[in-house]
């Protein structure tokens, strides 16, 4: 059985920073893109950032590009979302997701999902 849990989640004061992580088992993902995704109250699942399995080419929503930074350990099956100067509007819960061979900010190219975990970023 394939799951991801992401951990990391929390209250951060705006201008701070949080590290999420997320752990892949059941089988790897090695050669799969790793995504976040992010979902505030009331709206829609937005895209947040993507990474290959090399770690090579990275996508960036243009509203954390520069103050997001995502990375992988394919040894550990972990994915991570570096959250430096966060904002308010940056408050969501944050998925991981996996399972797509290619780059895509489109959720539905992603098979796996975890259960997401909560950010709050006060002013």
């Known amino acids: 059985q394939v799951q991801l849990v992401e951990s990391g989640g929390g209250l951060v004061q705006a201008g701070g920073s949080l590290r999420l992580s997320c752990v892949a088992s059941g089988r790897t993902f090695s050669s799969s893109v790793l995504a976040w995704f992010r979902q505030a109250p009331g709206k829609g699942r937005d895209f947040v950032a993507a990474?290959?399995?090399?770690?090579?080419?990275?996508y960036y929503a243009d509203s954390v590009k520069g103050r997001f930074t995502i990375s992988r350990d394919n040894a550990k099956n972990t994915a991570y979302l570096q959250m430096n100067s966060p904002k308010p509007e940056d408050t969501a819960n944050y998925y991981c997701?996996?399972?797509?061979?290619?780059?895509?900010?489109?959720?539905?190219?992603?098979?796996?999902w975890g259960q997401g975990t909560q950010v709050t970023v006060s002013s």
């Open positions: 997701a996996a399972g797509s061979l290619y780059m895509q900010r489109d959720q539905r190219w992603y098979d796996y």
């Open positions: 990474i290959n399995w090399s770690g090579g080419t990275i």
